[in-house]
Protein backbone atom coordinates (compact mmCIF):
# COMPACT_ATOMS: atom_id res chain seq x y z
CA UNK A 1 0.00 0.00 0.00
CA UNK A 2 1.54 3.08 -0.74
CA UNK A 3 1.87 5.73 1.81
CA UNK A 4 -0.56 9.00 2.03
CA UNK A 5 0.47 12.54 1.99
CA UNK A 6 0.90 13.59 5.37
CA UNK A 7 0.64 10.62 7.04
CA UNK A 8 3.18 10.29 10.36
CA UNK A 9 5.02 7.30 10.56
CA UNK A 10 7.52 6.31 13.21
CA UNK A 11 11.01 5.57 11.35
CA UNK A 12 14.54 4.06 12.08
CA UNK A 13 16.96 5.93 9.24
CA UNK A 14 19.59 3.24 8.04
CA UNK A 15 21.70 4.52 5.86
CA UNK A 16 22.23 7.54 3.48
CA UNK A 17 21.45 7.47 -0.11
CA UNK A 18 23.69 9.06 -2.48
CA UNK A 19 21.99 12.09 -2.07
CA UNK A 20 22.76 12.84 1.37
CA UNK A 21 19.24 11.77 2.42
CA UNK A 22 18.34 9.31 4.92
CA UNK A 23 16.34 6.25 4.26
CA UNK A 24 14.31 4.03 5.96
CA UNK A 25 12.22 0.96 5.20
CA UNK A 26 8.71 0.34 6.70
CA UNK A 27 6.14 -1.94 5.15
CA UNK A 28 8.38 -2.76 2.35
CA UNK A 29 8.91 0.55 1.06
CA UNK A 30 11.76 2.98 0.93
CA UNK A 31 11.67 6.34 2.77
CA UNK A 32 13.85 9.45 1.79
CA UNK A 33 14.10 11.79 4.86
CA UNK A 34 16.33 14.88 4.03
CA UNK A 35 18.69 16.12 7.28
CA UNK A 36 18.45 12.75 8.89
CA UNK A 37 21.42 10.72 9.85
CA UNK A 38 21.88 6.97 10.14
CA UNK A 39 20.51 5.53 13.37
CA UNK A 40 17.82 8.13 14.07
CA UNK A 41 14.40 7.04 15.25
CA UNK A 42 11.92 10.00 14.24
CA UNK A 43 8.63 10.84 13.59
CA UNK A 44 8.38 11.52 10.24
CA UNK A 45 5.33 13.60 7.82
CA UNK A 46 5.13 12.00 4.34
CA UNK A 47 5.34 14.92 2.37
CA UNK A 48 5.40 13.05 -1.31
CA UNK A 49 3.76 9.77 -1.58
CA UNK A 50 5.65 7.65 -4.27
CA UNK A 51 3.67 4.35 -6.09
CA UNK A 52 7.05 2.18 -4.52
CA UNK A 53 8.61 4.85 -2.48
CA UNK A 54 7.81 8.32 -1.15
CA UNK A 55 9.79 11.14 0.54
CA UNK A 56 9.17 12.55 4.06
CA UNK A 57 10.27 15.33 6.81
CA UNK A 58 11.33 14.95 9.96
CA UNK A 59 8.18 16.44 12.58
CA UNK A 60 10.10 15.01 15.79
CA UNK A 61 13.67 13.90 16.52
CA UNK A 62 12.99 10.69 18.86
CA UNK A 63 16.11 9.06 19.34
CA UNK A 64 19.33 11.20 17.97
CA UNK A 65 21.76 8.49 15.52
CA UNK A 66 25.72 8.54 16.70
CA UNK A 67 26.62 10.58 14.26
CA UNK A 68 24.30 13.42 14.72
CA UNK A 69 25.74 16.40 15.39
CA UNK A 70 24.28 20.02 16.60
CA UNK A 71 24.04 21.96 13.25
CA UNK A 72 26.18 25.16 13.38
CA UNK A 73 23.90 26.86 9.96
CA UNK A 74 20.98 28.46 10.59
CA UNK A 75 20.46 27.94 6.85
CA UNK A 76 21.75 24.18 6.05
CA UNK A 77 18.98 22.51 4.62
CA UNK A 78 17.01 25.37 3.26
CA UNK A 79 20.00 26.86 1.34
CA UNK A 80 20.43 23.61 -1.01
CA UNK A 81 24.76 23.57 -0.14
CA UNK A 82 25.68 21.64 3.17
CA UNK A 83 23.28 18.47 3.15
CA UNK A 84 25.34 17.02 5.75
CA UNK A 85 26.65 19.29 8.38
CA UNK A 86 23.88 17.93 11.10
CA UNK A 87 26.21 14.80 11.10
CA UNK A 88 29.68 14.57 12.11
CA UNK A 89 32.70 14.81 9.71
CA UNK A 90 33.84 11.08 10.79
CA UNK A 91 30.12 9.76 9.79
CA UNK A 92 30.22 12.01 6.35
CA UNK A 93 33.23 9.94 5.09
CA UNK A 94 32.04 6.89 6.33
CA UNK A 95 28.65 7.96 4.06
CA UNK A 96 30.62 9.24 1.32
CA UNK A 97 32.59 5.95 0.88
CA UNK A 98 29.49 3.95 1.15
CA UNK A 99 27.97 6.16 -1.39
CA UNK A 100 30.80 5.17 -4.23
CA UNK A 101 30.93 1.44 -2.69
CA UNK A 102 27.41 1.35 -3.87
CA UNK A 103 27.80 2.91 -6.90
CA UNK A 104 29.94 0.49 -8.05
CA UNK A 105 28.51 -2.22 -7.17
CA UNK A 106 24.76 -1.92 -8.13
CA UNK A 107 24.88 0.82 -10.67
CA UNK A 108 28.61 -0.63 -12.31
CA UNK A 109 28.05 -4.00 -11.46
CA UNK A 110 31.50 -4.03 -10.51
CA UNK A 111 33.34 -6.14 -8.32
CA UNK A 112 35.97 -3.98 -7.59
CA UNK A 113 37.86 -2.73 -4.19
CA UNK A 114 36.78 0.48 -3.08
CA UNK A 115 39.00 1.72 -0.59
CA UNK A 116 37.90 4.33 2.55
CA UNK A 117 37.69 8.11 0.92
CA UNK A 118 40.51 10.06 2.03
CA UNK A 119 38.84 13.10 4.05
CA UNK A 120 39.72 16.41 3.26
CA UNK A 121 42.34 18.71 4.73
CA UNK A 122 39.96 21.35 6.05
CA UNK A 123 36.33 20.89 6.10
CA UNK A 124 35.08 24.73 6.53
CA UNK A 125 36.05 27.49 4.68
CA UNK A 126 37.81 25.84 1.84
CA UNK A 127 36.03 27.02 -1.40
CA UNK A 128 38.04 28.91 -3.58
CA UNK A 129 34.96 30.09 -5.67
CA UNK A 130 31.85 31.61 -4.88
CA UNK A 131 29.09 32.22 -7.01
CA UNK A 132 26.32 33.87 -5.10
CA UNK A 133 23.13 34.98 -6.25
CA UNK A 134 21.51 38.26 -5.78
CA UNK A 135 18.44 39.54 -4.83
CA UNK A 136 16.00 41.18 -2.87
CA UNK A 137 14.47 40.51 0.59
CA UNK A 138 10.97 40.89 1.82
CA UNK A 139 12.09 44.13 3.05
CA UNK A 140 13.40 45.22 -0.11
CA UNK A 141 16.97 45.06 0.60
CA UNK A 142 19.37 43.66 -1.69
CA UNK A 143 21.26 40.06 0.04
CA UNK A 144 23.15 37.00 -1.66
CA UNK A 145 22.39 33.84 -0.97
CA UNK A 146 21.58 30.60 -2.58
CA UNK A 147 19.33 29.25 -4.37
CA UNK A 148 17.22 26.94 -2.08
CA UNK A 149 17.41 22.92 -3.65
CA UNK A 150 15.86 22.43 -7.03
CA UNK A 151 14.23 25.63 -7.05
CA UNK A 152 15.33 29.04 -7.64
CA UNK A 153 13.95 31.31 -4.74
CA UNK A 154 17.11 32.80 -2.79
CA UNK A 155 17.82 31.57 0.98
CA UNK A 156 19.88 34.65 2.20
CA UNK A 157 23.30 34.05 3.85
CA UNK A 158 25.82 36.07 5.60
CA UNK A 159 28.37 33.66 7.03
CA UNK A 160 28.27 30.61 4.79
CA UNK A 161 31.23 28.63 6.44
CA UNK A 162 32.62 26.85 3.28
CA UNK A 163 33.59 29.74 1.97
CA UNK A 164 36.49 32.30 3.38
CA UNK A 165 35.42 35.09 5.43
CA UNK A 166 36.53 37.80 2.97
CA UNK A 167 34.23 36.29 0.34
CA UNK A 168 31.13 36.92 2.97
CA UNK A 169 32.28 40.34 4.25
CA UNK A 170 32.55 41.11 0.39
CA UNK A 171 29.38 39.83 -0.42
CA UNK A 172 27.38 42.04 2.53
CA UNK A 173 29.58 45.53 1.52
CA UNK A 174 28.65 44.96 -1.93
CA UNK A 175 24.94 44.80 -1.50
CA UNK A 176 25.54 47.95 1.01
CA UNK A 177 27.30 49.48 -2.06
CA UNK A 178 24.89 48.61 -4.37
CA UNK A 179 21.51 49.86 -2.17
CA UNK A 180 23.56 53.25 -1.96
CA UNK A 181 24.12 53.53 -5.20
CA UNK A 182 20.15 52.96 -6.31
CA UNK A 183 21.20 49.78 -7.82
CA UNK A 184 18.62 47.28 -8.21
CA UNK A 185 19.01 43.51 -7.99
CA UNK A 186 17.99 41.20 -10.99
CA UNK A 187 14.23 39.70 -11.05
CA UNK A 188 14.53 36.38 -12.97
CA UNK A 189 10.86 36.13 -13.24
CA UNK A 190 10.14 39.74 -14.67
CA UNK A 191 13.85 39.77 -15.90
CA UNK A 192 14.23 43.39 -14.65
CA UNK A 193 16.66 44.59 -12.36
CA UNK A 194 20.71 44.91 -12.76
CA UNK A 195 23.12 42.80 -10.80
CA UNK A 196 22.71 39.01 -11.19
CA UNK A 197 25.76 37.55 -9.17
CA UNK A 198 28.56 38.16 -7.13
CA UNK A 199 31.58 36.05 -8.49
CA UNK A 200 34.66 35.82 -6.46
CA UNK A 201 37.84 33.42 -6.79
CA UNK A 202 41.07 33.08 -4.61
CA UNK A 203 44.20 31.94 -5.49
CA UNK A 204 44.63 29.47 -2.55
CA UNK A 205 48.24 29.53 -2.10
CA UNK A 206 48.76 33.23 -3.54
CA UNK A 207 46.62 34.26 -1.78
CA UNK A 208 44.99 36.26 -4.90
CA UNK A 209 41.24 37.68 -5.24
CA UNK A 210 39.11 38.41 -7.84
CA UNK A 211 35.57 39.60 -7.83
CA UNK A 212 33.05 39.44 -10.84
CA UNK A 213 30.03 41.11 -11.26
CA UNK A 214 27.72 39.62 -13.35
CA UNK A 215 25.02 42.01 -14.85
CA UNK A 216 21.78 42.54 -16.98
CA UNK A 217 23.12 45.18 -19.27
CA UNK A 218 26.13 46.86 -19.42
CA UNK A 219 28.28 47.47 -16.60
CA UNK A 220 26.88 49.53 -13.35
CA UNK A 221 26.59 53.04 -12.42
CA UNK A 222 28.85 54.60 -10.75
CA UNK A 223 30.78 51.37 -11.37
CA UNK A 224 34.57 53.18 -11.07
CA UNK A 225 33.55 53.89 -7.30
CA UNK A 226 31.97 51.05 -6.27
CA UNK A 227 35.26 48.71 -7.38
CA UNK A 228 37.80 51.22 -6.16
CA UNK A 229 36.05 51.51 -2.85
CA UNK A 230 35.72 47.35 -3.09
CA UNK A 231 39.29 47.06 -4.32
CA UNK A 232 40.73 49.22 -1.85
CA UNK A 233 38.60 47.34 1.45
CA UNK A 234 39.00 43.89 0.23
CA UNK A 235 42.59 43.98 -1.40
CA UNK A 236 41.16 42.65 -4.51
CA UNK A 237 44.02 41.72 -7.39
CA UNK A 238 40.91 42.51 -10.32
CA UNK A 239 37.58 43.19 -10.44
CA UNK A 240 35.72 42.46 -13.51
CA UNK A 241 32.43 42.46 -14.96
CA UNK A 242 30.81 40.08 -16.46
CA UNK A 243 27.63 40.67 -19.16
CA UNK A 244 24.86 38.63 -19.32
CA UNK A 245 21.43 40.06 -20.40
CA UNK A 246 19.92 36.64 -21.41
CA UNK A 247 16.95 34.74 -19.78
CA UNK A 248 18.67 31.87 -18.72
CA UNK A 249 20.04 29.67 -15.65
CA UNK A 250 23.59 29.97 -17.08
CA UNK A 251 25.69 32.19 -14.81
CA UNK A 252 28.21 33.65 -17.00
CA UNK A 253 27.40 35.30 -19.89
CA UNK A 254 29.99 35.57 -23.12
CA UNK A 255 31.28 39.06 -22.61
CA UNK A 256 33.40 39.98 -19.73
CA UNK A 257 35.37 43.48 -19.23
CA UNK A 258 38.49 44.18 -16.99
CA UNK A 259 37.58 47.35 -14.30
CA UNK A 260 40.67 47.01 -12.41
CA UNK A 261 44.16 44.61 -11.99
CA UNK A 262 45.43 42.49 -14.79
CA UNK A 263 42.06 40.51 -15.24
CA UNK A 264 43.41 37.31 -14.02
CA UNK A 265 44.78 35.92 -10.60
CA UNK A 266 46.96 33.81 -10.37
CA UNK A 267 47.60 30.61 -8.39
CA UNK A 268 49.08 26.69 -8.26
CA UNK A 269 47.73 23.31 -8.22
CA UNK A 270 50.01 20.59 -7.15
CA UNK A 271 52.84 22.74 -8.29
CA UNK A 272 51.14 23.91 -11.56
CA UNK A 273 51.16 27.95 -11.94
CA UNK A 274 47.97 28.85 -13.07
CA UNK A 275 46.21 32.37 -14.57
CA UNK A 276 42.34 31.98 -14.46
CA UNK A 277 39.40 34.53 -15.23
CA UNK A 278 36.41 33.63 -14.45
CA UNK A 279 35.29 31.07 -17.29
CA UNK A 280 37.49 28.27 -16.50
CA UNK A 281 37.00 25.22 -14.44
CA UNK A 282 39.15 24.81 -11.11
CA UNK A 283 39.04 22.37 -8.10
CA UNK A 284 36.94 24.44 -5.79
CA UNK A 285 38.83 22.81 -2.69
CA UNK A 286 42.52 23.26 -3.87
CA UNK A 287 44.47 21.49 -0.44
CA UNK A 288 42.01 18.59 -1.38
CA UNK A 289 42.14 18.36 -5.18
CA UNK A 290 46.11 17.97 -4.44
CA UNK A 291 45.16 15.04 -2.30
CA UNK A 292 42.78 13.61 -5.39
CA UNK A 293 45.77 14.66 -8.57
CA UNK A 294 48.62 12.76 -6.22
CA UNK A 295 46.27 9.65 -6.32
CA UNK A 296 45.27 10.02 -10.20
CA UNK A 297 49.77 10.56 -10.54
CA UNK A 298 49.69 7.26 -8.70
CA UNK A 299 47.20 5.03 -10.45
CA UNK A 300 48.52 6.41 -13.81
CA UNK A 301 52.34 4.87 -13.11
CA UNK A 302 53.91 6.69 -15.73
CA UNK A 303 57.12 5.47 -17.26
CA UNK A 304 60.04 8.44 -18.83
CA UNK A 305 58.83 7.39 -22.38
CA UNK A 306 55.32 7.53 -21.97
CA UNK A 307 52.46 9.62 -23.87
CA UNK A 308 49.97 10.41 -21.44
CA UNK A 309 46.41 12.23 -22.83
CA UNK A 310 44.29 13.90 -20.71
CA UNK A 311 40.99 14.16 -21.70
CA UNK A 312 38.49 17.02 -20.34
CA UNK A 313 41.51 18.67 -19.26
CA UNK A 314 40.36 22.10 -18.25
CA UNK A 315 43.56 24.43 -17.94
CA UNK A 316 45.63 21.17 -18.02
CA UNK A 317 46.46 21.07 -14.38
CA UNK A 318 46.19 17.00 -14.11
CA UNK A 319 48.61 16.29 -16.99
CA UNK A 320 50.68 18.94 -15.85
CA UNK A 321 51.14 17.71 -12.60
CA UNK A 322 52.48 14.59 -13.96
CA UNK A 323 54.09 15.43 -16.83
CA UNK A 324 57.50 15.37 -15.39
CA UNK A 325 57.11 11.43 -15.04
CA UNK A 326 56.79 10.81 -18.72
CA UNK A 327 57.66 11.89 -22.00
CA UNK A 328 54.48 14.08 -23.73
CA UNK A 329 51.00 15.22 -23.12
CA UNK A 330 48.34 15.79 -25.03
CA UNK A 331 45.42 17.55 -23.13
CA UNK A 332 42.18 18.37 -24.90
CA UNK A 333 39.46 20.60 -23.36
CA UNK A 334 36.32 22.63 -24.82
CA UNK A 335 36.79 25.72 -23.07
CA UNK A 336 38.53 28.14 -25.03
CA UNK A 337 39.82 30.25 -22.35
CA UNK A 338 40.55 27.37 -20.33
CA UNK A 339 42.52 25.87 -23.28
CA UNK A 340 44.56 29.40 -23.68
CA UNK A 341 45.71 28.90 -19.73
CA UNK A 342 46.97 25.60 -20.26
CA UNK A 343 49.24 27.11 -23.32
CA UNK A 344 50.13 29.84 -21.31
CA UNK A 345 51.17 27.63 -18.49
CA UNK A 346 53.07 25.21 -20.75
CA UNK A 347 54.69 28.22 -22.32
CA UNK A 348 55.57 29.59 -18.72
CA UNK A 349 57.13 26.36 -17.83
CA UNK A 350 59.16 26.07 -21.07
CA UNK A 351 57.65 23.36 -22.46
CA UNK A 352 57.17 23.45 -26.43
CA UNK A 353 54.16 21.56 -28.18
CA UNK A 354 55.84 18.69 -28.50
CA UNK A 355 56.12 17.91 -24.84
CA UNK A 356 52.84 19.85 -23.80
CA UNK A 357 50.09 20.29 -26.46
CA UNK A 358 46.45 21.36 -25.50
CA UNK A 359 43.79 21.19 -28.09
CA UNK A 360 40.44 23.19 -28.36
CA UNK A 361 38.41 20.22 -28.93
CA UNK A 362 35.09 17.88 -28.10
CA UNK A 363 36.91 14.93 -26.27
CA UNK A 364 34.97 12.51 -28.06
CA UNK A 365 36.07 13.83 -31.36
CA UNK A 366 39.42 14.52 -30.63
CA UNK A 367 40.07 11.00 -29.37
CA UNK A 368 38.39 9.44 -32.30
CA UNK A 369 40.85 11.73 -34.05
CA UNK A 370 44.00 10.70 -32.18
CA UNK A 371 42.64 7.25 -32.95
CA UNK A 372 42.29 7.45 -36.46
CA UNK A 373 45.62 9.25 -37.11
CA UNK A 374 46.80 5.85 -35.13
CA UNK A 375 47.71 7.72 -31.45
CA UNK A 376 49.03 5.01 -28.96
CA UNK A 377 48.94 7.02 -25.71
CA UNK A 378 50.47 4.82 -22.85
CA UNK A 379 48.05 6.42 -20.22
CA UNK A 380 44.81 8.05 -20.72
CA UNK A 381 43.52 10.40 -17.85
CA UNK A 382 39.71 11.34 -18.32
CA UNK A 383 37.65 13.90 -16.23
CA UNK A 384 34.63 14.34 -17.46
CA UNK A 385 31.44 16.66 -15.85
CA UNK A 386 29.49 15.25 -14.01
CA UNK A 387 27.49 13.36 -16.91
CA UNK A 388 30.55 11.34 -17.66
CA UNK A 389 32.06 10.36 -20.63
CA UNK A 390 30.84 10.37 -24.15
CA UNK A 391 30.68 6.83 -25.60
CA UNK A 392 33.10 8.48 -28.11
CA UNK A 393 34.96 8.90 -26.01
CA UNK A 394 35.04 5.55 -24.41
CA UNK A 395 35.37 3.92 -27.79
CA UNK A 396 38.31 5.75 -28.59
CA UNK A 397 40.03 4.93 -25.63
CA UNK A 398 39.21 1.37 -26.31
CA UNK A 399 40.30 1.39 -29.86
CA UNK A 400 43.62 3.65 -28.71
CA UNK A 401 44.28 0.60 -25.80
CA UNK A 402 46.62 2.46 -23.48
CA UNK A 403 47.89 0.72 -20.91
CA UNK A 404 46.45 2.07 -18.31
CA UNK A 405 43.02 4.40 -17.97
CA UNK A 406 43.18 6.85 -14.81
CA UNK A 407 39.15 8.11 -14.96
CA UNK A 408 38.61 11.00 -11.98
CA UNK A 409 35.46 11.75 -11.50
CA UNK A 410 32.77 14.34 -9.25
CA UNK A 411 29.91 11.90 -9.82
CA UNK A 412 29.83 8.24 -8.88
CA UNK A 413 26.87 6.99 -10.72
CA UNK A 414 28.72 7.64 -14.03
CA UNK A 415 32.16 6.78 -13.34
CA UNK A 416 30.56 3.13 -12.21
CA UNK A 417 28.80 3.22 -15.65
CA UNK A 418 31.67 4.30 -17.85
CA UNK A 419 34.21 2.02 -15.41
CA UNK A 420 31.38 -0.68 -16.59
CA UNK A 421 31.61 0.16 -20.36
CA UNK A 422 35.48 0.41 -20.41
CA UNK A 423 35.63 -3.56 -18.71
CA UNK A 424 33.27 -4.81 -21.32
CA UNK A 425 35.88 -3.40 -23.24
CA UNK A 426 39.11 -4.80 -22.97
CA UNK A 427 39.80 -3.20 -19.08
CA UNK A 428 40.13 -4.20 -15.48
CA UNK A 429 39.20 -2.30 -12.87
CA UNK A 430 41.80 -2.43 -10.45
CA UNK A 431 40.90 0.19 -7.65
CA UNK A 432 38.90 2.93 -6.71
CA UNK A 433 39.71 5.56 -4.88
CA UNK A 434 37.42 8.17 -2.99
CA UNK A 435 38.52 11.70 -2.07
CA UNK A 436 36.16 14.22 -0.50
CA UNK A 437 36.80 17.44 -2.29
CA UNK A 438 33.49 18.68 -0.90
CA UNK A 439 33.01 18.08 3.00
CA UNK A 440 29.67 18.83 4.34
CA UNK A 441 27.71 18.83 0.99
CA UNK A 442 26.74 14.68 -0.69
CA UNK A 443 29.17 15.29 -3.18
CA UNK A 444 32.44 13.29 -3.19
CA UNK A 445 35.05 12.50 -5.87
CA UNK A 446 36.68 9.34 -6.99
CA UNK A 447 39.45 8.11 -8.77
CA UNK A 448 39.28 4.93 -10.73
CA UNK A 449 42.50 2.57 -12.08
CA UNK A 450 41.51 0.86 -14.94
CA UNK A 451 44.51 -1.31 -16.61
CA UNK A 452 44.10 -3.09 -20.32
CA UNK A 453 43.74 -7.41 -20.00
C1 LIG B 1 35.54 18.18 -14.01
S1 LIG B 1 36.29 19.33 -15.08
C2 LIG B 1 37.97 18.75 -15.06
C3 LIG B 1 39.00 19.75 -15.47
C4 LIG B 1 40.45 19.40 -15.11
N1 LIG B 1 40.77 18.03 -15.37
C5 LIG B 1 40.78 19.78 -13.68
O1 LIG B 1 41.08 18.92 -12.85
O2 LIG B 1 40.74 21.00 -13.40
C6 LIG B 1 35.68 18.82 -16.62
C7 LIG B 1 36.18 19.64 -17.79
O3 LIG B 1 35.64 19.07 -18.98
C8 LIG B 1 35.36 20.12 -19.89
N2 LIG B 1 34.41 19.57 -20.86
C9 LIG B 1 33.07 19.42 -20.75
N3 LIG B 1 32.58 18.81 -21.82
C10 LIG B 1 33.61 18.56 -22.65
C11 LIG B 1 33.73 17.93 -23.92
N4 LIG B 1 32.67 17.45 -24.57
N5 LIG B 1 34.95 17.83 -24.48
C12 LIG B 1 36.05 18.32 -23.84
N6 LIG B 1 36.00 18.92 -22.62
C13 LIG B 1 34.80 19.04 -22.03
C14 LIG B 1 34.85 21.22 -19.00
O4 LIG B 1 34.95 22.47 -19.63
C15 LIG B 1 35.78 21.10 -17.79
O5 LIG B 1 36.92 21.89 -17.94
Request: proline share 5%.
Amino acid sequence: MPFTKNQIITLEIEALSNDGNGVAHKDGQAVFVPLTAPGDVAEVRIVKPMKTYAFGRVEKLLTAGPGRIKQDCPVAGPCGGCGLRHISYEAECAAKTQFVRDAFARLGKLDVPVLDVLGAPDTDRYRNKVQLPVGTDENGHIVTGFFAGRSHRIVACTDCKLQPAWMNELAARACALLEENGITAYNEETHTGRVRHLYMRQGWHSGQRLLCFVVNGNGLPNEAEICATLQKEFALTTILVNRNSERTNVILGRRTRTVLGPGVIEDTLAGVPLRMGVHEFYQVNTPAAEVLYAKAREYAGLKPDDFLLDLYCGMGTIGLSMLADCKRLVGVEVVPQAVEGAKETAARLGLDADRADFRCQDAGAAAAQLAAEGARPDVIVVDPPRKGCDEAALTAIAEMAPRTVVMVSCNAATAARDAKWLTEHGYKAVEVQPVDLFPRTKHVECVVKLVWE
